[in-house]
C-alpha cells in the first residue's frame, strides 16, 4: 500500500557532508510523521530525527546542530541533510514514515529498505 524508498548514502570523509532522501509512494491519504533511523553494526536501531504534519522537528543529541531534517509535503518526500559528519555516524540509514492508506485506515509505520553512509578516510 504505501512504498518508502531511501536514497543519497554512500562514503564521505570525516568532515564532509551528505544529503538523504526519502520518498513514499502508493496509496497514501495522510502522512503524520516522517523519521530518519539508523542502526550500526552491533547496535541497536535508534532515531536520528523526526519531522510531524505541523513541522516541528526533533533530533537525537548526537546529531543536534549537525543534521537537519526537512519536509516536501506535496511529494510525500523527507530529507536528511547530514554535515560534519564523523566517523561513529557510520550506519544504515532507514526511514520511517507514519501515514494511512485510506480515510478509514489506522495510521501505521512504514519503512524503508535502508542506505548506507560510511564516514571514513
Known amino acids: 500500500q504505501v512504498q518508502v524508498v531511501e536514497s543519497g548514502g554512500g562514503l564521505v570523509q570525516p568532515g564532509g557532508s551528505l544529503r538523504l532522501s526519502c520518498a513514499a509512494s502508493?496509496?497514501?491519504?495522510?502522512?503524520?510523521?516522517m523519521a530518519w533511523y539508523r542502526e550500526a553494526p552491533g547496535k541497536q536501531r535508534e532515531l536520528v530525527a523526526t519531522?510531524?504534519?505541523?513541522?516541528?522537528?526533533n533530533y537525537a543529541d548526537s546529531v543536534k546542530g549537525r543534521f537537519t531534517i526537512s519536509r516536501a509535503n506535496a511529494k510525500n518526500t523527507v530529507y536528511l541533510q547530514m554535515n560534519s559528519l564523523k566517523p561513529e555516524d557510520t550506519a544504515v540509514y532507514y526511514c520511517?514514515?507514519?501515514?494511512?492508506?485510506?480515510?478509514?485506515?489506522?495510521?501505521?509505520?512504514?519503512w524503508g529498505q535502508g542506505t548506507q553512509v560510511t564516514v571514513s578516510s
Open positions: 520511517q514514515v507514519l501515514a494511512r492508506p485510506y480515510v478509514v485506515s489506522a495510521y501505521s509505520n512504514y
Open positions: 502508493g496509496t497514501i491519504f495522510s502522512i503524520n510523521r
Open positions: 519531522v510531524i504534519i505541523g513541522g516541528t522537528t
